[in-house]
């Protein structure tokens, strides 16, 4: 098969998939109707799809999405943190981009975090690999992801006081680290 048919043909494929699927709205809507105390919000932008989820029903929803017929997130893309910065409540969020390697969708859930209360469920139950990306959101954004197997700095060094990435983190950081 040339690369012209064998290029059509996956394109094909995908969009057979997607039509079985349905678009990420259709998906949010779906999943919106199965678990409604599941979802807190869900924001459609720019093609893309979030949904808002309560920190107490995360691991539920995540498990629910791998591997319900029709859903099927099987691969955890990312885990991010974001910090809206000190002025905002929420200030923190959680940010998990699921991919559906059946369906070639894109979906990502959102959980958000008071300053004062910065714990979440640890997903590594789900995804194994939400270990290192839950460990990296802990060193930089200081988020505490409970019953992680092993919540420890991953970029930063032991002795590191802070969170680099919040937004009231100092630009030049703090001593002896500090660059001047």
């Known amino acids: 098969m040339d690369e012209e048919n064998r ?4 394109q094909n494929s995908q969009s057979s998939n997607a039509e079985k699927m349905g678009t990420p709205s259709l998906i949010a809507a779906a999943f919106q109707r199965e678990h409604p105390h599941w979802t807190s919000d869900i924001v ?3 093609g893309e799809t979030t949904i808002t989820i309560p920190r107490e029903h995360i691991v539920s929803a995540c ?3 791998k591997s319900a017929p029709g859903f099927e997130f099987d691969f955890l893309a990312d885990l991010c943190g974001f910090d809206r910065g000190p002025e905002e409540e929420p200030r923190f969020e959680v ?9 070639y969708q894109r979906l990502r859930l959102k959980v958000l975090l008071n ?4 714990h979440v469920p640890t997903v590594t139950g789900v995804w194994r690999t939400a270990n290192w990306h839950e460990r ?9 992801f409970d019953a ?5 700095r991953i970029l930063l060094p032991d002795d590191w006081q802070g969170h680099a990435l919040r937004k009231d983190f100092p630009l030049r950081g703090y001593e002896p680290y500090s660059v001047a």
């Open 148 to 152: 992680h197997p092993d919540l420890r």
């Open 7 to 10: 290029q059509e043909a996956v």
């Open 95 to 103: 940010n998990y981009h699921l991919f559906s390697t059946k369906s």
């Open 63 to 65: 498990g629910f999405m």
């Open 115 to 118: 300053e004062d209360d910065v």
């Open 136 to 144: 990296e959101t802990y060193d930089l954004f200081g988020v505490i």
């Open 44 to 46: 459609e932008a720019l």
